[in-house]
């Protein structure tokens, strides 16, 4: 392992390996199959990459995110590794020059997404190429039983076939017994040594609280804290308002969702990673590929769906190693309410039948066909025009995708057809007499072939990125184009993409996947019931619960959670029945919230919430929907 300690010394600047990363690289180096299970910022990507730099040839890295692919090869090359990523939206051109380069080009990585290995270009390449390693990121997406469950991966088996003497290494930070076995069968990894770090993160605290005020708690905590912090909700309505909210409370805030357009996301990505923006309030679309070593606080403020999902977003907190807190703030409405969307949304089979049959209404396609073919998906015109449930709907269409039938793409973006309207000869002309746009103009024209005889799709961003020009300028240059009679222009906007990947057969298509639609459904059912017995579970640390949930039995008492806190802080007898008597007395007189009572008595807040929660048990009080207390 000497030489594996130089490479880290001389590309990381460390003079040793984390927990585990020395026995994953050297079972690596050894040519067998490997799974590595390593909590987040347990250093995954070192894991793959020293073996990859110790042996000849390059190694092939499937990852799910075009900016987590860029963020790591530019981490790469400012350490002066070769590395390549081949994005989506690019022309053959494009494609077949990047395979050229990585075939020939020295080059150590290759990062792809698991969506081009269907391209049979890119497959006849990589059977040419020297792989040394094979190495499949945020393996637990490859399981239909993983909460982050993507489809696509279900192709990176087909490097087996290409590749089948190199060896393969599976990453993931959040992966149940059952989805480490079945990334396993769907991998077709042989034998492999499954390797498991310690999930228990030491200087993150659980925390879990029942409050009304939630924006208060959240207040007064980030006041108090130069680090950091992390909101998750569940909607983007929220994520404007949160933010909006912490603004006017002099606490800085953006606000992040899969509706805003990638120029936004990447600036309001950076001012939160500099520090020149404290919060960051996001939906789950602001998930893998996140690092930022000075997060002090992860809340959320509505239940998580799943374990799996929270303890991925909870360990974005305390990265640098210093004390942090994953918060989980929630009140009776939230138990309601993740029964409502994920529970009792569930489409049944016949329902899956009525959304999957209107969906291939709505695009005209025959029976037996569609098959491989795009559309431009707008979801809330969609369910208008069959009068669905949004919902049910939405549920019914990851259904879909996760049963293979459809592939649902939340792009998000501008998308826009064009047709240049004159010759290459004359366009050139005109470029050259509008210098302000010929950039924008022959870059066009490098990216895209065809231009001139048919309407092509392209992308705004794409175009963008490459010419260093906003997505406004782009636009606005197009549109000047178009009304001086250069090309013609459709833009519009669109809030999703759906393929069809098997032919339209109708009820023979939901009743071939029926058995599996219950197990989906099931599977829900669990995780969320999962989410309500660790909140409602305060016997039993929190650490503990979450570790053991992965399969991790040995884990002791953090001792810094909400559970044990409270167990160390809980009131006396006497206090119980004193702070008992005091709220009943205020009672009386009106309702009142926890926020107001804890301002009104002497008690710590801690000790007042645990007895609002005893006489809510003794059916002595109860609360409103404007989260006050009232005497029963």
Request: hydrophobic share 35%; aromatic share 8%; net charge neutral.
């Amino acid at each position: 392992m000497k030489k594996t300690i130089q490479i880290l010394e001389n590309y990381w600047g460390h003079h040793q390996f984390l927990p585990r990363q020395e026995e994953i690289i050297s079972t690596v180096l050894d040519g067998r199959d490997t799974v590595a299970l390593l909590p987040t910022g347990g250093g995954k990507s070192v894991c793959f990459q020293v073996p990859a730099l110790a042996k000849e040839g390059i190694c092939i890295v499937i990852s799910p995110l075009v900016a987590l692919m860029t963020d790591q090869v530019n981490s790469l090359k400012k350490k002066g590794i070769k590395a390549l990523c081949i994005p989506g939206g690019i022309s053959y051109q494009d494609l077949n020059a990047l395979l050229d380069n990585a075939l020939y080009g020295t080059y150590k990585f290759l990062y792809l997404s698991p969506e081009r290995l269907q391209q049979e270009l890119v497959q006849n390449c990589i059977k040419q190429m020297n792989v040394n390693l094979i190495a499949i990121d945020e393996a637990h997406c490859i399981s239909q039983w993983g909460n982050d469950f993507r489809p696509a991966y279900k192709n990176c088996n087909i490097l087996r076939t290409l590749l089948p003497l190199v060896p393969m290494i599976a990453l993931t930070a959040s992966a149940t017994p059952e989805v480490v076995a079945d990334t396993v069968l769907q991998l077709k990894l042989e034998t492999p040594a499954i390797i498991k770090s310690s999930f228990v993160r030491k200087n993150l605290s659980y925390q879990v609280h029942y409050q009304e005020d939630k924006l208060y708690r959240i207040e007064q905590l980030l006041k108090k804290s130069n680090g950091s912090a992390i909101i998750y909700v569940r909607s983007r309505k929220n994520t404007v308002e949160i933010s909006q909210q912490l603004n006017s409370l002099g606490i800085s805030s953006h606000f992040f969702h899969g509706g805003i357009s990638s120029e936004d996301k990447n600036t309001r990505l950076e001012e939160w990673l500099q520090g020149k923006k404290q919060v960051m309030v996001a939906t789950n679309a602001f998930g893998m590929g996140i690092d930022n070593p000075n997060v002090s606080y992860v809340f959320h403020t509505q239940l998580p769906e799943s374990i799996e999902s929270y303890f991925q977003e909870a360990g974005r907190a305390g990265r640098d190693g210093n004390y942090s807190s994953a918060m989980i703030l929630y009140n009776d409405y939230d138990k309601i309410l993740i029964k409502k969307q994920f529970l009792d949304s569930r489409p049944t089979t016949h329902q899956l039948k009525t959304i999957y049959r209107s969906l291939s209404n709505y695009f005209q396609i025959s029976y037996g066909e569609g098959a491989f073919t795009t559309n431009s998906f707008n979801y809330v015109a969609f369910c208008k025009h069959y009068q669905l449930n949004t919902l049910l709907t939405y549920n019914g269409l990851t259904a879909l995708e996760r049963l293979g039938i459809i592939q649902l793409s939340k792009q998000f973006g501008r998308k826009s057809v064009l047709k240049f309207k004159i010759s290459s000869d004359k366009l050139i002309s005109y470029l050259e007499q509008n210098p302000t746009i010929s950039l924008i103009g022959k870059t066009i024209l490098r990216m895209y072939g065809g231009v001139f005889e048919s309407e092509t799709s392209v992308k705004i961003e794409l175009i963008a990125s490459k010419t260093g020009q906003s997505v406004v300028t782009v636009i606005n240059a197009l549109e000047k184009m178009e009304q001086e009679g250069v090309l013609d222009l459709k833009l519009f906007h669109t809030d999703a993409s759906i393929t069809f990947i098997v032919p339209r057969e109708d009820d023979k298509t939901i009743n071939s996947v029926s058995k599996a639609l219950e197990a989906l459904n099931h599977k829900k059912e669990s995780e969320v019931n999962a989410v309500l017995h660790y909140i409602n579970n305060d016997a039993v640390c929190k650490s503990v619960q979450l570790v053991g949930y992965f399969g991790e039995k040995s884990a002791e008492n953090c001792g810094i959670c909400s559970v044990c806190a409270s167990q160390k802080s809980s009131p006396s007898k006497k206090e119980i029945q004193l702070i008992s008597e005091e709220i009943l007395l205020l009672l009386e007189e009106r309702e009142l919230s926890s926020r107001i009572l804890s301002e009104k008595l002497t008690f710590t807040e801690s000790k007042i919430v645990f007895v609002l929660r005893h006489l809510q048990d003794v059916e002595k009080i109860r609360v409103n929907t404007k989260n006050e207390y009232f005497l029963n």
